[in-house]
């Protein structure tokens, strides 16, 4: 056996990037930087809203509001009700929670608020696999197979701590063996299949209503090579349903994903059809995303109970996010659903986008030219990050972490 010093590992490591990535008057460590340095500055958690939710009686009906979902959902499975002890563990262990209290149950706000809470990064990565433009619908499944979910979703404004209304969520994930609908891509199922672009399963958009509150009936995802099991959430304000109820226009408050427990994802992908899939599992932690998420103090994982007695009988999961409605971000769609069916978004480039200075206005050609461009180099960067990671599973994660700080030096070295 050869053994690589840990020189030449970075050393390899930077030789690949820096080809795959050199771009001339661009510096990706300063790009970086300046995302890290945003992280830390912007209110990204509802710690500060904790007094006021619980004043206003947000915590006492989100708890009202999820028990009575839980029991319709069982309810309408032909389930039994389940009656346990009101727990929660820590979150780096485990997100599974029996949330079965009253609200005269002893302590309750303290319950419902660790159970509620789910801290996510203000501006996440939107992926390669974005598609603008597709269906308002509470139920995105389609006809796909796997574990049925119900995913309870609610935005509170980081600002005023209010619950925010008419806020559109837009989510999408890949299916059970790891395929996007709506996308014609390397790596994203059978190539071959045009058909594909046309696709439009676990795709959707819902808006808010007073409480903030929104609800998807989907399956749990499956995975794809590079990346952990996940879901992407975009948050749109002031756009337009059209007359075939598909979603147009508006800003973007929030671009991000959420991600599952790895004993509750290790469960699921021993069931059919997940247990199928040929495509090589990344666990959480050896994420790039999920470790940049909780370096940044994130807790990116949802809450949940199984329905019934096993994890095949569905599963309840929620979240509550928190977003600021004034900052506006920029989307970079792969594909575009028209009233003709999916077309290819040729000038895409897949990733986070840029941050509009955070005040909602429009930005000028130039800007908006400018924070595309940054977009389409992270997304180079993260690419070739997963690809790399697939392709080396021997180097250990950090050294992914720390390439855009090494790279500049390691170019002079080699």
Same mark, same amino acid.
Not at 206 to 224: A, C, L, N
């Given at each position: 056996?050869?053994?690589?010093?840990?020189?030449?590992?970075?050393?390899?490591?930077?030789?690949?990037?820096?080809?795959?990535?050199?771009?001339?008057?661009?510096?990706?460590?300063?790009?970086?930087?300046?995302?890290?340095?945003?992280?830390?500055?912007?209110?990204?958690?509802?710690?500060?809203?904790?007094?006021?939710?619980?004043?206003?009686?947000?915590?006492?009906?989100? %708890?009202?509001?999820?028990?009575?979902?839980?029991?319709?959902?069982?309810?309408?499975?032909?389930?039994? %009700?389940?009656?346990?002890?009101?727990?929660?563990?820590?979150?780096?262990?485990?997100?599974?929670?029996?949330?079965?209290?009253?609200?005269?149950?002893?302590?309750?706000?303290?319950?419902?608020?660790?159970?509620?809470?789910?801290?996510?990064?203000?501006?996440?990565?939107?992926?390669?696999?974005?598609?603008?433009?597709?269906?308002?619908?509470?139920?995105?499944?389609?006809?796909?197979?796997?574990?049925?979910?119900?995913?309870?979703?609610?935005?509170?404004?980081?600002?005023?701590?209010?619950?925010?209304?008419?806020?559109?969520?837009?989510?999408?994930?890949?299916?059970?063996?790891?395929?996007?609908?709506?996308?014609?891509?390397?790596?994203?199922?059978?190539?071959?299949?045009?058909?594909?672009?046309?696709?439009?399963?676990?795709?959707?958009?819902?808006?808010?209503?007073?409480?903030?509150?929104?609800?998807?009936?989907?399956?749990?995802?499956?995975?794809?090579?590079?990346?952990?099991?996940?879901?992407?959430?975009?948050?749109?304000?002031?756009?337009?349903?059209?007359?075939?109820?598909?979603?147009?226009?508006?800003?973007?408050?929030?671009?991000?994903?959420?991600?599952?427990?790895?004993?509750?994802?290790?469960?699921?992908?021993?069931?059919?059809?997940?247990?199928?899939?040929?495509?090589?599992?990344?666990?959480?932690?050896?994420?790039?995303?999920?470790?940049?998420?909780?370096?940044?103090?994130?807790?990116?994982?949802?809450?949940?109970?199984?329905?019934?007695?096993?994890?095949?009988?569905?599963?309840?999961?929620?979240?509550?996010?928190?977003?600021?409605?004034?900052?506006?971000?920029?989307?970079?769609?792969?594909?575009?659903?028209?009233?003709?069916?999916?077309?290819?978004?040729?000038?895409?480039?897949?990733?986070?986008?840029?941050?509009?200075?955070?005040?909602?206005?429009?930005?000028?050609?130039?800007?908006?030219? %400018?924070?595309?461009?940054?977009?389409? %180099?992270?997304?180079?960067?993260?690419?070739?990050?997963?690809?790399?990671?697939?392709?080396?599973?021997?180097?250990?994660?950090?050294?992914?972490?720390?390439?855009?700080?090494?790279?500049?030096?390691?170019?002079?070295?080699?």
């Amino acid at each position: 056996m050869v053994y690589l010093s840990k020189a030449f590992q970075f050393a390899a490591t930077a030789t690949l990037l820096s080809h795959a990535f050199a771009h001339q008057g661009h510096d990706l460590t300063q790009e970086i930087a300046e995302r890290n340095a945003f992280y830390k500055t912007a209110k990204r958690d509802l710690s500060h809203c904790d007094v006021t939710l619980r004043k206003r009686g947000t915590h006492a009906r989100q %708890q009202e509001r999820r028990e009575a979902a839980i029991a319709k959902a069982r309810a309408a499975r032909g389930l039994p %009700q389940k009656r346990n002890v009101a727990k929660r563990d820590a979150t780096d262990v485990s997100h599974l929670s029996s949330l079965d209290v009253t609200p005269t149950t002893s302590g309750v706000e303290d319950i419902i608020f660790a159970n509620s809470t789910c801290l996510l990064s203000p501006e996440g990565e939107e992926g390669p696999y974005y598609v603008k433009g597709e269906y308002i619908r509470s139920d995105i499944s389609e006809d796909q197979p796997g574990v049925e979910v119900i995913w309870d979703l609610q935005f509170i404004n980081a600002e005023t701590c209010e619950p925010i209304e008419n806020l559109t969520s837009d989510i999408w994930h890949c299916n059970a063996t790891g395929v996007y609908a709506g996308v014609i891509a390397t790596g994203n199922g059978n190539t071959a299949d045009t058909s594909n672009i046309d696709k439009t399963f676990l795709r959707g958009l819902q808006t808010t209503d007073s409480e903030g509150v929104v609800q998807y009936t989907s399956i749990f995802p499956g995975y794809y090579s590079g990346r952990a099991t996940h879901v992407h959430v975009e948050t749109h304000l002031n756009g337009t349903v059209l007359p075939n109820g598909t979603y147009t226009g508006g800003s973007i408050a929030h671009i991000g994903q959420f991600f599952f427990d790895q004993d509750l994802i290790t469960e699921v992908n021993a069931l059919s059809p997940y247990s199928e899939n040929t495509n090589t599992i990344t666990e959480n932690a050896d994420d790039r995303v999920v470790s940049a998420e909780l370096e940044n103090d994130a807790d990116p994982f949802l809450n949940y109970v199984l329905l019934g007695d096993s994890v095949s009988d569905g599963l309840f999961m929620w979240v509550t996010l928190s977003v600021n409605p004034s900052a506006s971000y920029t989307s970079s769609p792969a594909s575009e659903l028209t009233a003709d069916g999916g077309v290819a978004v040729s000038s895409s480039s897949s990733g986070p986008s840029g941050v509009n200075g955070g005040n909602g206005t429009m930005m000028g050609n130039a800007l908006k030219a %400018q924070v595309q461009a940054r977009a389409a %180099q992270i997304s180079r960067l993260n690419a070739g990050l997963d690809e790399l990671r697939a392709r080396l599973p021997w180097l250990p994660l950090k050294t992914f972490n720390l390439f855009p700080k090494l790279l500049p030096e390691l170019r002079n070295r080699i």
